[in-house]
Structure formats: C-alpha cells, structure tokens
C-alpha cells in the first residue's frame, strides 16, 4: 500500500518541484535585470561626471 501511495503522490511533489523551479528561475531573471539597470545607470551617472 505505501508503494502504491508513494507512487500516486510522486507526480505531484515533481509538478512542485517544477513549479519551484520556474519560480527561482523567473526570480533570478528579474534580479538580474534589475541589477543590469543599476549598472547601466551608475556608468552613465559617472561618464557625465567625467564630462562635466
């Protein structure tokens, strides 16, 4: 019976692995290009410095 039980609940726990997943990834992509701003935006910050 636990065999069984494991087996039917096994699909689940993989669509929430899966689902976990695609959470970090999609959370990892937004760090990512929030932090490509701040770069972008402090080079500028600091090339009109240069200009000035």
């Given at each position: 019976?636990g065999?069984?039980?494991?087996?039917?609940?096994?699909?689940?726990?993989?669509?929430?692995?899966v689902?976990?997943?695609?959470?970090?990834?999609?959370?990892?992509?937004?760090?990512?290009?929030?932090?490509?701003?701040?770069?972008?935006?402090?080079?500028?910050?600091?090339?009109?410095q240069?200009?000035?």
């Amino acid at each position: 019976i636990g065999d069984l039980l494991s087996f039917h609940t096994l699909p689940y726990a993989f669509k929430n692995m899966v689902e976990a997943t695609t959470d970090l990834a999609k959370s990892a992509r937004r760090i990512k290009h929030i932090d490509t701003r701040t770069l972008t935006r402090s080079e500028r910050e600091e090339q009109q410095q240069q200009i000035v």
